[in-house]
Every structure is written in structure tokens, then in C-alpha cells.
């Protein structure tokens, strides 16, 4: 791949990086100023744990992608970025523009979904 458009790939999963950081920030505060709000109210308890519990499926999910996103980070450092993970082939650019993170290829995705592939650490 060539160097500019690496370096384009490369800024984009730093802001990415950037955006989801300031989430999970933001909801962490938010989840502990919700317990400090919470009320005695069995009502308000009950939306309290689903909000709670809502925001902490939210940042899990942020969690896995910037786990992905500093792995593409560590692919651009080591000229493999864009690569497939499993088989090696090129990731399409098309692809990899709209999930510059992504690990697999869309046939290895389609597998690794399907719970297909041998190689998941
Ligand atoms: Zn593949």
C-alpha cells in the first residue's frame, strides 16, 4: 500500500481512537454520576440499572473497536496493514474505508461470523 494512503488510514483510526475515547470517558463519569443520583425510589432504581447497564454494553462495544483500532495502529507500524488475518490477502479499499479497523477480509468476516475460523486468539 502505498505511503499516502497510509497515512490516510492512519489519521482516520486516530480520530476514531480520539472520538471513542472521549465516549468511554463520558459514560464512565455518566455511570458514576448516575449511582451518586440514585434515589430510594424502587422506580428510579430499576431505570437506574438499565441505564447503567445500557452504558456499559455501549462502552464494551467502544472497548472491542479501539482494541482493533490500536491493532490496525500496530499493522501500520509493522507494513501489514490491510492485510487479511487469516488468509493473507489484500483487505479491499472499499472496505477499509468504511472500517479502516477491520481485521479480515469480507470472505474470512463471513467465516469468522459463521464461527468458521481456527485462528481466533
Ligand atoms: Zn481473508
Known amino acids: 500500500m502505498d505511503k499516502k494512503k ?5 489519521d482516520r483510526l486516530i480520530t476514531e481512537r480520539n472520538a471513542l475515547l472521549g465516549v ?3 459514560n464512565e463519569d455518566y455511570g458514576r454520576e448516575a449511582d451518586i443520583e440514585a434515589t430510594q425510589d424502587p422506580a428510579d432504581k430499576a431505570s ?12 464494551t ?7 482493533q483500532i490500536d491493532e490496525a495502529l500496530e499493522r ?3 507494513d501489514e496493514y490491510g492485510i487479511c488475518l487469516n488468509c493473507n490477502k489484500e483487505i479491499g479499499a472499499k472496505r477499509l474505508e468504511a472500517l ?11 467465516q469468522y461470523e459463521k464461527g468458521l475460523l481456527n485462528n481466533e486468539e
Open 48 to 59: 437506574n440499572s438499565y441505564t447503567k447497564e445500557l452504558l456499559f454494553s455501549q462502552s
Open 76 to 78: 501500520i507500524e509493522d
Open 100 to 110: 479502516p479497523w477491520v481485521r479480515y477480509c469480507i470472505e474470512c468476516q463471513d
Open 6 to 10: 497510509l497515512k490516510a488510514y492512519h
Open 61 to 67: 462495544n467502544d472497548r472491542i473497536i479501539l482494541t
Open 24 to 26: 468511554v470517558g463520558r
